[in-house]
């Protein structure tokens, strides 16, 4: 026992000479390593390689004995040279997951990676690539929140995703067009590990629906036929621009800056505040009677600080019909907007999610997103 951690003691001071000593996934520094693949993992990421134990065996760096041979192996191989080989050819468009992502994705990665050789075949890319995309969906009902089977036709051709209430139908129940639609995975909020919310635009208004399917790689193959298609399209509308830049990229999909309960008053602030649920989509703050709505209650378009768009702690004197202390005020052109939080975290959270959109200058067509909602009733 004393030599077998003496053992790890040196392999660990030797492994972290190594300069691809980092998880696959993860920014810190990672004590686990798969020694069949040759790689660093952290904690969490170690228990997805195990799910794939017949390719990837795993052991601790620090806790379990390492052979000479072992040490060798990993000192030769090593997250860079692994890299090179499992991600040879990663679309454009397909979602690399970080640690701060849903465990589906970081798992999928992990097995299209090393299970699956999807970056070592072009071939073994068709389900997401293709341009054109058919299965059936469980999908949440608008009204009465039961999952019901629907079939969904993604069509990079057409640029449409649609689906339809009859296996049969002839007729799609709602068409999203893939320039304004939307994919995030949100296992907590939909209550399984496979919930997929897809928002697309409504005449200038958010729409939401949620879908999951059983199985986890068919789930994801639908969210990187999102992005493909949504690559494509962006493609065309930015001529020349390149997925790596700063602008591009985020536009294929993106999580939400921020989600949670705040209570919120009318345009007069007369009226007794309200518990919602709100949602900061880019430079939209929606909120919700219930999380899983299919359409916000209301929607503020926040600008820029240039634009004399601001948020401040606190709310103006003589406020009342408040029950949470914590007080937000977002300050537009128009008029100012009154929230309240549950506590003092929650209050700082919104405002500095709301302090960097604020912050961001505004992008020219997102002056045409104001103007429309500046013409709202």
Excluded at 138 to 160: M, P
Aim: with cysteine; hydrophobic share 35%.
């Amino acid at each position: 026992c004393t030599r077998a951690i003496a053992l790890s003691a040196v392999t660990l001071f030797h492994f972290r000479g190594n300069s691809a000593f980092k998880c696959f996934i993860c920014v810190a520094d990672p004590e686990w390593a798969s020694y069949t693949l040759g790689v660093f993992v952290c904690l969490s990421c170690s228990g997805l390689h195990r799910n794939i134990a017949q390719i990837s065996k795993v052991k601790s760096i620090v806790l379990d004995p390492w052979s000479s041979s072992e040490v060798e192996f990993m000192d030769s191989v090593g997250n860079n040279t692994a890299k090179a080989k499992y991600e040879q050819i990663v679309p454009a468009f397909y979602y690399k997951p970080t640690h701060r992502d849903c465990m589906l994705l970081r798992e999928q990665w992990i097995r299209a990676k090393y299970e699956r050789k999807e970056f070592m075949c072009v071939e073994k890319q068709e389900p997401y690539s293709a341009g054109y995309r058919e299965g059936f969906l469980w999908k949440r009902g608008r009204d009465n929140g039961q999952y019901l089977s629907r079939k969904f036709i993604l069509s990079e051709r057409e640029g449409v995703l649609k689906y339809f209430n009859k296996h049969d139908a002839r007729e799609p129940k709602a068409i999203m067009k893939i320039n304004t639609v939307n994919a995030t995975f949100q296992p907590t909020k939909i209550g399984t590990a496979n919930g997929l919310q897809i928002t697309y635009l409504k005449d200038n208004s958010t729409r939401n629906i949620f879908v999951y399917h059983e199985d986890g790689k068919e789930m994801v193959d639908w969210f990187n036929a999102i992005r493909a298609a949504r690559f494509h399209y962006l493609q065309v509308a930015f001529p020349g621009a390149s997925i790596a830049d700063v602008s591009l990229s985020p536009k294929l999909t993106r999580n939400y800056i921020k989600e949670g309960y705040m209570e919120k008053t009318g345009p007069k602030h007369t009226e007794g505040f309200k518990k919602r649920w709100f949602t900061m989509d880019d430079r939209r703050l929606m909120y919700f009677k219930d999380p899983m709505d299919a359409y916000a209650r209301g929607e503020v378009f926040i600008g820029s600080k240039e634009n004399s768009y601001s948020v401040l702690p606190g709310l103006p004197p003589n406020i009342q019909g408040y029950h949470w202390q914590f007080g937000i005020t977002i300050v537009t052109p128009d008029r100012k907007f009154l929230f309240t939080c549950e506590t003092e975290g929650d209050q700082q959270d919104w405002i500095a999610a709301l302090q960097s959109v604020i912050d961001r200058p505004m992008l020219p067509q997102e002056y045409a997103v104001e103007a429309y909602f500046k013409r709202k009733p």
